[in-house]
């Protein structure tokens, strides 16, 4: 079967290798020890490593690993308890062991000395079982392989860890005394970083090798990072310790030091402490120090520190960035949100927009200062109006100013947070739409004016461009653009009208601007006024050309300049100055030449556009008059006739044609003039006042003389009337934009009041004829939104609206709803 | 000198030098000789097989090491054992597993000479019981002919080993039962999923291939 089996020669006697002969546990050993030894009083380099290691390999071959690892760890924990644990407990001295409390005799710096001797030689203790350690463990390789492998035991070296750990750290200083070694170790340390940050200088090396050390070993049998003795024993009472420290160093600190100071130092003790965990500690402690630091110095502060007498207020108003950028940089890191810096910017925002709201109505309520009657003419009101309008730019100013500030300060010490812009801006606009401050939108609209009409002239571009984006700067912070657009109409038209504005260029600016800003819709009947101008340009010329063919040129022709207004898109009521009731009933009776012209041109109208209706507006417009007055002896004694160029609104032109009826000498009564004028009994007052009251442009002569006009009053040519210049302009009181009086502001609000319910109206319908049914929370909300673009309304009012809209039956309640429900009615 | 200086190791009346760099690097036990505070005038491995220890400097150079100086096969096979165990010793897993596939190699082809025994002891005797390396490649080839072996004497040089070596007569035992077990369970499955047609084939229930069909006579699965 199984061929060519059997011995094929004799086998020679085996090499004498690894496993043949038994061998002696004990006597091995006995070499092995006596090495170790050697190891342990530093005199390796006498021993044989190939030696030691096929002894220790043989005693594991031959199955006796268990019994050398417990011979090791014998020897080990003999050699701790008897040698070195002596060493240690040779370091304690007595000024050492007291607990830090009672240090009274001693003092604190051979108690400072003490402890660094202590750390040494516990220090040089652990390097030596370390190296010695890691010598052994070399020796014992095959060992750990295979035997501690195979069952599961903690190699050599880990094991002779543990056995340093409690014959040397766990072991009491003193016996009898509960204070082990490593209790005492950690007060050392403690006590040494407290001189540290007291500002002492330190060891730091000697401390970061007890560290070390303490990184090195593990509480327990694992060796997770949580375990290590570092972590375990001492991390937790360094923390502990300077909780306590820090807690009462912001206590002194908030008493003794001004806020900036606080700030400085709170971020001089975070970088100590980083510096520290790097060079005397452990990395893995900063972030857990810094944690400490930030909540005793910081998060449990910063309300108290924010709040100081020196806090950010004082901060705030001395412009101290620096010291807000570190305010900043400490609340960032405790909060993201920074929820108390911004609380503290807020209400400062709030403050001084607040003043600035404040001093504006204080100046447009104070009585017109002493300064102003050098100028010595124009009545009372006027002045105020005028104060009113210096008031309303200076707010202007004031915020704009009060803006850059804070912009400033967001920049530089915000670090152009994008949390705290959004604060500003609210808070900003909170003061800028206070209902305590109902003016903003006229204000704004006033500076815009004051610009057009004066501001702006002889400024280069990029000074207009500023001028403008101050404009829409402060635009974008009011809540009600409806209010804003109604004052925008009402002074756009005066300047339009009255040829006030200084550039048609930088008006049409203004308005794309605003179209970026604010919208299409915000800005159509803005434009379709300046379309209005330019279509009633051509107008003006083709009727001079039309004019012109009719025959010769009639020295005496009246020339005509007009403006065809669409009658939806300008705001004609606010023109008419306070007659505006009259003035709609009653017709401006013109004279005849005047007339003559009026009906020329709406007939040459009526051509172009039938069926479209003109309505006059004598309560507008002006008119250039060419007067001759009465010779009177010139300064060379010459008889001169004088001739003067008056310029008078169209009123005024109406009055004054009426003495060219009658001779010079004859005069007219109040009543007459108005029964042949049918101009409105204020606005007839008024143009009279310019007339023959006020003292350059006395063309009339009042009798009796006097400021007011009285319906009694007598009215005739002033033949020795004398003026300094050729041309003359006679101004009617209230022709400029100013500010609204009050009574004026609470109809503009009301005008607005009204068109703000149409807006809601259409924009609940716009929402039911879409959803149909909805509740109405839902359509509360969506009608909110649907119109925040323009004005906040009220509530109420829409509840208002809704109702009406019930009562029109465009809606109707849902029956038996859950909540209250609408349903749309088509 | 340093790490580029030559290394001296002696074998019994052998000499090797050899560079230290390549040693250390290779093998952690010169690293700790050289590298350490103990005595480094010269590595004495008397304690090893001189062939060994000439392998394993070999490996060391050139990740490989050659045959015995003697061709015969059983000086070949037990050459391999004594450098697994220098191997094992030393801590070198890829000479190791060179050894032990050289072993199995000529243990396959050589299972019936005397000698074979003689392997067995050496590596029952070179190592430690739970490195199964070795110890299994020589148990399973004894086992992949048991029933040659049985039919010989228990006088026989193979039988000894079984009073010689306790241990090795337990993992036989243990090999046995293992494979018994494994040899049932397999049975089980078997039979737990086969069907058969009434033509007489058997397959695996799902259908041969996914097929719902006999995999011989093409009718439908019918069940005896």
Redesign the interface.
């Known amino acids: 079967?199984?061929a060519?089996?059997?011995?094929?020669?004799i086998?020679p006697p085996?090499?004498?290798?690894?496993?043949?002969e038994e061998i002696d546990f004990e006597q091995t050993w006995r070499v092995i020890a006596s090495a170790f030894n050697e190891i342990h009083t530093k005199n390796?380099?006498?021993?044989?490593?190939?030696e030691?290691?096929?002894h220790a390999?043989r005693i594991?071959?031959k199955?006796k690993g268990e019994d050398l690892y417990k011979r090791v760890r014998d020897f080990e924990h003999d050699w701790l308890t008897t040698q070195v644990r002596l060493r240690i407990q040779d370091l304690l001295s007595p000024n050492l062991l007291m607990s830090s409390q009672a240090i009274g005799g001693t003092t604190a710096n051979e108690r400072r000395f003490a402890g660094e001797k202590f750390m040494k030689g516990l220090k040089e203790a652990y390097m030596d079982h370390h190296v010695c350690m890691g010598?052994l463990a070399?020796v014992l390789?095959?060992m750990d392989?295979?035997y501690c492998q195979?069952t599961h035991r903690l190699s050599i070296y880990n094991s002779a860890m543990i056995l340093f750990r409690d014959d040397i750290l766990h072991a009491f200083s003193q016996d009898g005394d509960s204070v082990s070694v490593l209790d005492l170790l950690n007060r050392v340390i403690l006590e040494q970083i407290r001189m540290e940050r007291d500002g002492d200088v330190i060891d730091k090396h000697m401390i970061k090798d007890c560290v070390y050390m303490l990184e090195g070993l593990y509480e327990g049998q694992t060796d997770t990072a949580e375990s290590r003795l570092y972590v375990a024993s001492f991390e937790g009472s360094f923390l502990e310790t300077s909780r306590g420290f820090y807690r009462a160093e912001s206590e002194l600190l908030l008493r003794e030091s001004d806020a900036g100071a606080y700030c400085r130092h709170t971020r001089r003790r975070i970088v100590e402490e980083q510096d520290r965990c790097r060079s005397t500690l452990a990395e893995s402690t900063t972030p857990k120090i810094e944690k400490v630091v930030e909540d005793e110095l910081i998060k449990n502060r910063i309300q108290e520190l924010i709040e100081m007498e020196s806090g950010v207020r004082f901060m705030i108003d001395n412009d101290r960035m620096e010291e807000l950028s570190l305010i900043y940089e400490l609340n960032a890191r405790v909060d993201p949100k920074k929820t108390e810096l911004m609380r503290a910017m807020q209400k400062r925002v709030v403050e001084m927009g607040t003043e600035v709201n404040n001093a504006a109505i204080a100046a447009s309520q104070a009585p017109p200062p002493s300064e102003g009657t050098d100028k010595g003419k124009g009545p009372a009101l006027e002045k105020s109006l005028n104060q009113q309008t210096v008031a309303a730019i200076k707010w202007v100013e004031d915020v704009l100013q009060l803006k850059d500030k804070f912009d400033l300060i967001w920049k530089n010490a915000f670090s152009s947070d994008n949390a705290l812009q959004t604060a500003l801006t609210r808070s900003f606009a909170d003061f800028i739409n206070a209902s305590s401050f109902p003016r903003s939108s006229e204000y704004i609209s006033l500076f815009i004016d004051e610009n057009m009409k004066k501001g702006i002239k002889g400024k280069t571009e990029n000074e207009i461009d500023m001028v403008l984006e101050k404009a829409i700067v402060l635009l974008r912070y009011v809540q009600d653009k409806d209010l804003f657009e109604r004052y925008y109409k009402k002074h756009l038209c005066r300047r339009l009208l009255m040829n006030k504005s200084i550039s048609n260029d930088v008006e049409k600016q203004m308005i794309s601007r605003m179209k970026i800003e604010l919208g299409n819709n915000f800005t159509m009947k803005l434009e379709a006024m300046f379309k209005d101008m330019t279509i009633s340009e051509e107008l003006t010329s083709g009727y001079k050309g039309h004019v012109a063919q009719l025959g010769d040129a009639d020295p005496k022709r009246i020339e005509l300049a007009i403006n065809v207004l669409t009658s939806m898109t300008w705001p004609l009521e606010s023109m008419g100055g306070s007659g505006d009731e009259e003035g709609k009933t009653l017709k401006c009776i013109f004279p005849p030449a005047i007339d003559r012209i009026k009906r020329g041109f709406e007939k040459y109208y009526g051509e172009k556009h039938s069926g479209r209706q003109l309505t006059w507006l004598a309560a507008m417009g002006s008119a250039d008059v060419r007067a001759v007055f009465p010779k009177v002896p010139g300064k060379d004694g010459m008889l001169k006739e004088r001739r003067h160029e008056l310029n008078v609104s169209t009123y005024g032109m109406v009055i004054l044609l009426l003495f060219n009826e009658i001779p010079a000498d004859v005069s007219l009564t109040f009543e007459e003039i108005q029964a042949q004028t049918n101009i409105p009994a204020s606005d007839l007052v008024r143009n009279l006042q310019s007339l023959a009251v006020a003292p350059k442009t006395r063309i009339l002569v009042k009798e009796p003389m006097s400021k007011d006009v009285k319906p009694t009053d007598r009215f005739s040519f002033n033949a020795s009337f004398n003026g300094k210049f050729h041309r003359i302009k006679v101004g009617v009181v209230s022709n400029g934009n100013k500010v609204e009086s009050d009574r004026e502001r609470k109809e503009t609000e009301k005008k607005n009041d009204d068109s703000r319910s149409f807006c809601v109206e259409a924009a609940i319908v716009r929402i039911m004829k879409q959803r149909k049914e909805l509740s109405h929370q839902q359509l509360v909300a969506e009608t909110l939104n649907q119109l925040a673009p323009q004005f906040k309304p009220e509530v109420t009012m829409i509840k208002k609206r809704v109702e009406s809209l019930i009562e029109r039956e465009y809606l109707e309640r849902i029956e038996n709803a859950k909540v209250d429900s609408y349903r749309y009615l088509a | 000198n340093g790490e580029f200086s030559a290394l001296v190791i002696r074998c019994g009346a052998v000499t090797y030098k050899v560079h230290r760099i390549v040693l250390c690097c290779q093998i952690?036990?010169f690293q700790?000789?050289c590298g350490?505070?103990?005595?480094?005038s010269m590595?004495?491995?008397s304690?090893?097989?001189s062939y060994?220890v000439g392998a394993m400097i070999r490996y060391a150079y050139g990740g490989q090491y050659g045959p015995a100086e003697n061709p015969?096969p059983?000086e070949q096979a037990l050459h391999h054992v004594?450098v697994y165990?220098i191997a094992s010793?030393y801590?070198i897993p890829g000479l190791q597993a060179m050894a032990k596939d050289c072993l199995k190699t000529l243990a396959d082809a050589h299972w019936?000479?005397?000698?074979f025994a003689?392997i067995i002891r050496?590596v029952y005797?070179?190592t430690?019981?739970?490195?199964r390396g070795l110890r299994d490649v020589v148990l399973h080839v004894f086992m992949d002919h048991d029933m040659?072996l049985a039919?010989e004497g228990t006088e026989s040089?193979a039988q000894k080993v079984f009073y010689e070596i306790r241990q090795f007569a337990r993992d036989c035992f243990n090999k046995m039962s293992e494979d018994k077990k494994a040899a049932n369970d397999e049975f089980k499955i078997f039979r737990e999923n086969t069907i058969q047609c009434i033509c007489g084939y058997k397959g695996l229930k799902n259908g041969e291939n996914g097929s719902v069909y006999c995999g011989d006579c093409r009718s439908k699965w019918y069940l005896k």
């Open positions: 079967m199984i060519g089996r059997g011995r094929s020669k086998r085996r090499r004498g290798i690894h496993g043949g390796a380099s006498k021993l044989s490593y190939e030691l290691y096929r390999y594991v071959l199955k010598m070399d390789m095959y392989r295979v195979d | 952690d036990f700790k000789a350490g505070p103990f005595k480094v590595i004495d491995l304690h090893d097989d060994a015969d059983d004594h165990a010793k801590n019936d000479k005397d000698w003689d050496s005797e070179t430690i019981s739970t490195d040659a039919e040089p």
